[in-house]
Each structure stands twice: as structure tokens, then as C-alpha cells.
């Protein structure tokens, strides 16, 4: 009855916030004599903030069209290369990029955002690389008789798109995603996969969260796993293609991203309306553009979630080396030509400090000359993948990282 009774609210919260953006345009309409006192501007700016803010969302597209390099803008193509039922792999390649500029697989989080969520870092690494991206399926969307998700299947996928790119690319994962690439990535190098990565980049991933715990840590680990299945698991109703599916709904998951910084949230819709009073509707445009992108959320898989907070955040298998795919045991010391970037932010209050950096010490046979570590000062977790310090600090690091690795990985999957 959860979905159901969410449902009814959405649909009522839609007829409100179409019924509020018509009073907010009226309101300001030049023509009308209240919209020039104190009363219509504030009224009308409350009506458009709250229009936002309950507005329906679908998901939102990427809309890299052009990308600048050096001061000149360059088209970029966007196309999807590969269809499977609970994702595609996206392709987004810059006209005027080198013939042998690298290609990278950036893994996208499977935790309640779309892939869109790394438009940024897309946009910043098309400018060297040629880029592909993990694009999930909502997972309300995806009907039963394709069968379950879970962590392991997540691995298959990873391996599956590195295998349809090709031997020579380089992967960065953000966030969740760098449990299963850094899985796939020993799996690959025990079978001597020719499309095992050149470069892993793992960007504030909670690889043993024993390390700087954080209040997501302690929320995923103070309950047993049967409140987590009881308490945060529905099943999509019959409207949508995936009806029946048991999935972790992306509306309870995006009031948990809420309720942890609620008083910010506020801030920001208060700030919102105080530019939108002030007729500063470009400084509005920005906080709407972000909540845009921040209020999109798809459900995911019970199976998957479940298996990620057993595996991940409560029994710690992956630090303990007790990680398995398929029933087999993963061994990270097979890994031993895949140069690992550990990238971590100072204020990041999702994936502690040394969550991620505890990746480089489990790869016991990779030379040091292969592995690095960047803790960068004065970020959080977004800002890691994100905005100014990511475009103009971090992303030259994974550029260049890549560049120093490269040519000899190319020459060991030979």
C-alpha cells in the first residue's frame, strides 16, 4: 500500500503545482494591479517556489550538445551503444577529439538518481576522452519477466560493458558503483580478460566503511537486515511496466537524502524565493536547475539493495576478502596491471575518509608505481565529481593519471 498511497499524493501534489504556477503567472502579470505591491510579488514568488518544488519529474536527459575546449565549442553525439533490460551503455564522443584519445567507462551510482547526476563529469572528461556512461533503468520500469538484480548481476553488466568497448579503456566510479568495478576489475585480471581496465578511478566509494564512519554508515548497520526489507521495500503497482517488481522506491530514498540535510534544503528554497522577490531570476534559474536534477529519483531493485547494505555496509565482505561473485570467492591480489586512482574528499560526509584509500591495500601484487592516492581539501562528496574544484583540480588528475598508465596498459592487454 506504500506505492499506492505515494501515488495518490503525487497525483494530488501535481494538480497543485500546476494549480500554483498558473496563480504565480497571474499574480505577476504586469497587467494586474497586485503585482506591484508587497503582497503580489512575495505571494507570487511562494506559489512558483512551492510549483517547483511538488512538480512531477521523469527522467531528466543529459543535453550535452556542445562542449567548449580551449575557447572553442565542439558538437558532441550522444548515442546509446549497447540495450540491456536494467541499463544501457551511453556513448558521448566530441567532434575534433583525437582518433587515439582514450576511452573511458564512467560507472554511474545505482542509488535512486539517474546517470544525469554525473552530467558534470561527463561534460568535463568529453573534453579528452572519449566518454561512455552506465545509464540505469528505473526499476519500476522493468518488467518481471526479465528477471532479478542483484549485486552480482551489477558485476556481469560492468564486465559485459568493458567487454563491448575494449581492451585499453579506463573506468572511473563514483560513489556505490566502486564496489562492483573494483569486483570486476580482479575478476577480469584472474581470467585474463584482454578487456580487464587500464585504469580504475574510484571516487568516493564506501570500500570498507569500518573506516570514517559516516551518519549513512550508521544508519545502514544499526538495524538488521529484515527492518531494512520491511520497512523500505514496496512493490511497484500495476501502472507501470514493472508491476509487481519489489523495489527500494526512489521517493523513500530521496526523503532520506532529504532528512539529512533538511535544514540546508530549506535554506535553499527560502534563498530561491528571496531572488525570486528580488526579480534576480537568474540566481532562482540555478536553484532550480539544481533541485531539478536533485528531485528526479528511480526506484532500484530490492535484491540489489538488500545485497549492497548486507554485503557492503554490514558484513564489510569486500576489506574482509570474503566478497563473492557467483558463488566464488573474488581475489583482489589478481590484480596486478590495472593502475587504481583513489580520489576522496576532505568534507565528504557520505563516503568517509579512508573508505576508498582502504582499495590500495588490498591489491598486494600491484606495483606501487600503480596505485595513487588524492585526498582533495575543502570538498564534499558532490563537489568531488562536481563543480569548479572538480572541473579545474581533480579532473586533471584523472587525466593525467590516465595519460602516465596508459600506453603500457594498451602494450599488457595486448
Known amino acids: ?208 566503511t569500518r573506516e570514517g564512519v559516516t551518519e549513512v554508515n550508521e544508519m545502514a548497520t544499526k538495524r538488521p537486515l529484515a527492518w531494512f526489507r520491511q520497512n523500505l521495500i514496496a512493490t511497484v503497482p500495476a501502472q507501470y511496466a514493472g508491476a509487481g517488481r519489489k523495489v527500494y522506491p526512489g521517493f523513500l530514498q530521496l526523503a532520506g537524502f532529504m532528512s539529512m540535510n533538511l535544514g540546508n534544503h530549506i535554506m535553499s528554497h527560502y534563498g530561491m524565493f528571496k531572488h525570486l522577490v528580488a526579480g534576480d531570476g537568474e540566481s532562482a534559474d540555478a536553484t532550480k536547475d539544481f533541485y531539478d536534477e536533485y528531485l528526479s529519483v528511480c526506484d532500484m531493485t530490492a535484491e540489489f539493495y538488500i545485497s549492497t547494505v548486507d554485503a557492503v555496509f554490514q558484513e564489510h565482505l569486500l576489506p574482509r576478502g570474503l566478497l563473492t561473485h557467483r558463488g566464488e570467492r573474488i581475489d583482489f591480489d589478481a590484480v596486478t596491471d590495472t593502475a587504481i586512482l583513489c580520489i576522496e574528499g576532505e568534507r565528504d560526509d557520505i563516503s568517509g575518509i579512508g573508505q576508498t584509500k582502504a582499495a590500495l591495500d588490498m591489491v598486494n601484487n600491484l606495483p606501487e608505481a600503480k596505485r595513487k592516492y588524492h585526498m582533495h581539501p575543502g570538498v564534499g562528496h558532490y563537489g568531488i565529481f562536481n563543480g569548479s574544484k572538480w572541473r579545474g583540480q581533480i579532473a586533471p588528475i584523472v587525466e593525467e593519471w590516465i595519460a602516465a598508465n596508459r600506453r603500457k596498459s594498451l602494450k599488457a592487454v595486448a
Open 1 to 208: 500500500m506504500l506505492y499506492q498511497f505515494y501515488e495518490l499524493q503525487r497525483a494530488f501534489l501535481s494538480s497543485a503545482s500546476a494549480a500554483a504556477s498558473v496563480a504565480a503567472q497571474m499574480l505577476g502579470n504586469p497587467r494586474n494591479p497586485w503585482g506591484y505591491n508587497g503582497f503580489g510579488p512575495s505571494a507570487a514568488s511562494a506559489l512558483e517556489v512551492f510549483s517547483h518544488a511538488a512538480r512531477s519529474r521523469g527522467k531528466p536527459e543529459f543535453g550535452l550538445d556542445t562542449v567548449e575546449v580551449d575557447g572553442k565549442d565542439y558538437p558532441v553525439v550522444e548515442s546509446d551503444v549497447l540495450h540491456k533490460p536494467f541499463g544501457n551503455l551511453k556513448q558521448f564522443r566530441r567532434e575534433g577529439l583525437a582518433k587515439d584519445a582514450p576511452k573511458l567507462l564512467i560507472v554511474a551510482p545505482m542509488s535512486g538518481h539517474y546517470a544525469t547526476l554525473l552530467r558534470g563529469t561527463v561534460e568535463r572528461m568529453i573534453e579528452s576522452a572519449e566518454v561512455y556512461i552506465t545509464d540505469w533503468t528505473d526499476a519500476k520500469l522493468v518488467p518481471l519477466s526479465e528477471g532479478r538484480f542483484d549485486l552480482d548481476d551489477y558485476i556481469d553488466y560492468v564486465i559485459e560493458f568493458l567487454e563491448h568497448i575494449g581492451p585499453g579503456t579506463h573506468v572511473m566510479a563514483v560513489c556505490q558503483p566502486s564496489v562492483p568495478a573494483f569486483a570486476a576489475t580482479a575478476i577480469m585480471a584472474k581470467d585474463g580478460n584482454p578487456a580487464r581496465p587500464a585504469t580504475l578511478t574510484m571516487m568516493g566509494g564506501p570500500i570498507d
